[in-house]
């Protein structure tokens, strides 16, 4: 009688991709499922650790050379990529030589195709925040990415990996994504209506963002007549901190449709001041404007580039009108430096005994017997001899 082997399984065949030298070693094991599988998993895992170390050690070469350290992380995030993909081909093919039911093979690697997607979206979130900072380090051809605008292109991509993996897993269950399209736009409607204003500062948000007519740190005026520096500019709102140290939370929506005066921008940071000054007719002018331009010129605040100027701005009633042009680094000094060159310029006036005159008017009062005198005398006239 003889004695029966292993039993046999369809894994006993082969992969036509396996090299023939290897083909015996495979159908030996093959009557073994379990050490097949294990065989398989470990071979894997030790590819994908020498795929690890040969790609990290010819990439970081390539990569020493570039400024930053972007392209190093981006490298990992691949490398990392490629490692997973062999090993859970492992895992997979592993699976399948275990000859399990049909259900319960099925049920296995769709959980291990489920985590894989997860595992992808974590990198390929990861990869695309590391390709925009890279992208924002080329100046000259992507000027669009800037620190600043970051967050925007991170929230868009985050929310296109997103959406592309929610539509594989439903693939990979064989869930028609049709209905939950259909559910998702009746829905995505009846919030559309229910959070117009949410939505409005959401939209106004990423065009403030990508626009940035101001930024962290800039002193901006509204149209209200808020005034103050900006703290944060978020999605849904944009905060001000007020000299009075009170914080003014404005929905986004209301940003952009208002005119914002941002005192910070321009060239440069620096902010006009302009003093208007008044002196008697009779002053010597050229002395005055000197006595100006040389206070300006020793306030610590008053900055020396551009240099200060006066300009003489015509004849009023009572005075002769001049004002004093400095700028100074920071508008939120406008203030205190305004008090502190009236105080200084008013010394300076009289003490040079230059005089600041004031509207001076002359009354002339009459009293009730001249007012009523003319009248006598045309009635004394008009009376007939």
């Known amino acids: 009688m003889a ?48 795929a690890r170390l040969f790609l990290l050690f010819w990439g970081l070469k390539v990569m020493s050379r570039l400024p930053t350290d972007l392209g190093e992380r981006l490298l990992r995030i691949g490398v990392g990529v490629v490692a997973l993909l062999i090993a859970y081909a492992g895992l997979a093919l592993g699976v399948t030589v275990l000859a399990l ?76 994504a049709t209905a939950w399209l259909a559910s998702a736009g009746i829905v995505g409607i009846a919030v559309g209506f229910a959070a117009r204003d949410t939505l409005a500062n959401l939209f106004a948000g990423f065009f403030i963002i990508a626009d940035t007519p101001y930024k962290i740190g800039d002193y901006v005026v509204l149209d209200s007549g808020e005034r103050g520096e900006v703290t944060k500019v978020g999605l849904r709102s944009t905060r001000l901190l007020t000299r009075d140290d009170v914080e003014i939370t404005v929905p986004n929506s209301e940003m952009a449709n208002q ?55 015509g004849f009023g009633d009572s005075s002769v009108d001049l004002e004093l042009l400095c700028w100074i680094d920071r508008p939120v ?46 009635a004394q006239r008009s009376t007939p001899d």
């Open 101 to 176: 039911p049909e259900i319960a093979e099925t049920i296995t690697l769709r959980t291990l195709a489920s985590v894989l997607i997860l595992q992808l979206m974590r990198a390929a979130m990861r990869a695309s925040h590391v390709a925009i900072s890279i992208l924002g380090h080329i100046r000259d051809r992507f000027a669009i990415v800037e620190e600043r605008t970051i967050p925007l292109f991170d929230l868009a991509l985050a929310i296109a990996v997103i959406a592309a993996g929610s539509y594989a897993l439903l693939q990979v269950w064989n869930i028609d």
């Open 259 to 313: 005119k914002v005066v941002n005192e910070s921008g321009g060239r440069w940071e620096k902010y006009r001041i302009r003093i208007k000054v008044g002196v008697a007719y009779g002053s010597c002018v050229e002395d005055v404007v000197d006595l100006l331009e040389s206070i300006a010129r020793d306030h610590a605040t008053v900055c020396d580039d551009p240099i200060p100027r006066v300009r003489m701005r």
């Open 333 to 378: 000094e406008r203030g205190l430096v305004s008090h502190q060159l009236y105080m200084r310029i008013y010394n300076a006036l009289n003490d040079a005994g230059i005089t600041i005159p004031f509207p001076q008017r002359d009354v002339w009062m009459r009293s009730a017997d001249e007012r009523t005198e003319p009248a006598r005398t045309q």
């Open 3 to 50: 004695t029966a082997g292993p039993p046999t399984t369809p894994a006993t065949v082969a992969p036509e991709w396996l090299p023939e030298a290897l083909v015996g070693t495979w159908q030996f094991l093959a009557t073994y499922p379990l050490a097949l599988a294990l065989v398989i998993v470990t071979v894997a895992v030790m590819l994908s650790v020498i």
